[in-house]
């Protein structure tokens, strides 16, 4: 069944709607860039509380304005029930206490009283063109600030030339209204300056108080200059960390990238990919899994090129004889000799066939293992019927094949039956093959808690330490010298023993259990787990 995804290749383009999705800023940026941008964003984020200090500034105004009504309200009362005198006296005293301006309108609206003509002012202006010049770029941030809250404008404050109460809007209002009036205008250093306007008694005289709150503007400019500095060193030292932590990141990384060039570009056989001991993090254990993909890439590489020479030498041998038999077998008119050599022909055409079907299995036994779907086997079951099997095709050849079980509860595992049972027909052929004739061959099925043991056992010659390991190369092979030369490619035990490790199991040798002389090839294989 065909897979429903497909590698993209130039021929077979995914098409745009099942590409991953990716943000459009993550395309070309390289991961240091990311990691500055991730910390930076958030910086900003954090920057952007300096715009949250505008509602600072409305708590404080919104306070003084309180301050302000309280003020003209209770001096409004306290100027009710005093005499003239004591109201000047009042007002000059309230004034320099408060720092106040305070002046008062009869019901005509004509000034009585002005506490900066009966004692000097409280407080002063301040000219903008006798400051520093940072203080002009603190009112160059509070306009720009302002620009950007989209707060409504605040109308400047200017002493008027007319005297009267008529001059002053509030008071207008707030002898309209008989209620305290409160209006924010700014002072030419744009510092606010708060008026506060209220009935005095009902007659229709009129109060009026104005304050010049630089404290506020003083408060507001500090608390943006100290969060604009946790800013900038927070900025700075994000950097920094932001710089280490892509250095720690993408150093090695373009490493490992330099090192897989090298690899994939083969200019280097020995090229080292680092492994990074030291690191145990996420970028440590990548560079190890590269380190050993590309052992395991140049393993396979190596196998790959051995295989190649083995065949190339396993054919010639066999078609060199098949090129003898018939260059010979136009230069021989006796009919018996050119029998033989027709003979010698068709035993090396079936060597060759012999090769390259066992060279076809071997080659895609581990692609198709890959791709196969378990399945539950009885190892008992399986190798019983592979002996009977060969019983009806004479395939023992005299030989006596005897199953043991051995072990409690079902000797189960997980694979592919064609495969296993060809595991079992290969280690059957190489007992035939060895055991003398009339010999016996023993089966012994053995099950532990974990594992399942399959032991094909003869009675040959055996095979030496040293051989061991050799026989389940490809094309090696020790024959009996009974056996006429070419019955076997020299790939069974071979194929058997990649089957066996693609079932996560192991295919060996040992000494027969019982001491006697003769061989013992063991599969041993994972228990299928009991639901």
């Known amino acids: ?43 900003a984020l954090l920057a952007g509380s300096l715009f949250y200090l505008d509602s600072y500034r409305k708590q404080l105004l919104a306070e003084r304005f309180k301050l302000a009504q309280s003020e003209a309200q209770i001096t409004a009362e306290a100027l009710v029930v005093s005499s003239p005198e004591r109201q000047r006296t009042l007002l000059l005293q309230l004034g320099k206490e408060q720092r106040l301006r305070l ?29 520093p010049w940072y203080q002009e770029a603190a009112r160059i941030l509070d306009k720009g600030m302002d620009a950007l809250l989209g707060a409504p404008p605040i109308p400047p404050y200017q002493e008027p030339d007319d005297l009267s109460a008529s001059a002053w809007p509030e008071l207008e209002q707030a002898r309209a209204e008989m209620r305290t009036h409160i209006t924010l205008r700014y002072a030419p250093d744009r510092t606010p300056v708060i008026s506060a306007a209220a009935p005095v008694g009902t007659e ?22 100290t969060l604009a500095i946790i800013v900038a060193i ?12 892509a250095r720690t990141i993408v150093q090695p990384l373009r490493t490992l990238v330099r090192a897989a060039v090298r690899v994939r570009l083969g200019r280097d056989r020995e090229v080292e990919v680092p492994r990074l001991p030291e690191r145990r993090d996420e970028i440590g254990m990548l560079a190890r899994a590269i380190s050993d993909m590309t052992g395991a890439l140049r393993q396979r590489i190596d196998a790959v090129e051995h295989f190649a020479a083995d065949v190339a030498h396993e054919i010639k041998n066999p078609l060199a004889s098949l090129r003898s038999a018939l260059d010979s077998l136009d230069k021989v008119s006796d009919p018996e000799l050119r029998r033989q050599l027709t003979a010698i022909a068709i035993h090396d055409v079936r060597r060759i066939d012999r090769l390259v079907t066992e060279i076809a299995d071997a080659s895609r036994i581990d692609a198709e293992l890959s791709r196969a779907t378990f399945e539950v086997i009885d190892i008992e079951k ?30 189960e595992v997980l694979g592919v039956p064609a495969r296993i049972e060809r595991v079992i027909e290969n280690l059957l052929d190489n007992a035939v093959s060895f055991s003398p004739p009339d010999g016996e061959i023993d089966v012994i099925v053995t099950t532990t808690q974990e594992r399942v043991w399959a032991m094909v056992c003869d009675h040959g010659p055996g095979i030496p330490e040293s051989e061991r390991r050799k026989v389940f190369e490809r094309f090696h092979s020790i024959r009996p010298e009974a056996e006429d030369f070419g019955q076997h490619s020299g790939l ?25 002389q ?10 299928r787990e009991q639901p």
Request: glycine share 8%; hydrophobic share 45%.
């Open 1 to 43: 069944m065909a897979q429903d995804t497909a590698l993209e290749t130039p021929d077979t383009p995914i098409h745009p709607e099942h590409r991953p999705r990716r943000l459009f800023w993550t395309r070309r940026a390289s991961l240091t860039t990311r990691i500055l941008a991730v910390n930076i964003i958030a910086l």
């Open 103 to 131: 002046r008062l309108y009869n019901k005509q609206g004509k000034l009585v009283a002005d506490s900066f003509e009966l004692a000097g002012p409280s407080f002063t202006l301040t000219d903008p063109a006798t400051e």
């Open 204 to 225: 229709g005289a009129m109060l009026l108080t104005t304050r010049n709150a630089i404290d506020i503007t003083q408060d507001v400019r500090d608390a943006r200059q």
């Open 234 to 245: 927070a900025l700075a030292v994000s950097i920094q960390l932001s710089l280490f932590l």
């Open 382 to 411: 399986l190798i019983a019927n592979a002996i009977g099997a060969r019983e009806d095709r004479g395939e023992n050849a005299g030989r006596i094949i005897r199953l043991e079980r051995r072990g409690a509860g079902p000797a």
């Open 492 to 516: 069974g035990l071979a194929i058997a023993k990649t089957i066996a490790e693609a079932h996560d199991g192991t295919l060996s040798v040992i000494d027969r259990l019982d001491g006697a």
């Open 518 to 527: 003769g061989a013992c090839l063991v599969l041993d294989l994972p228990l």
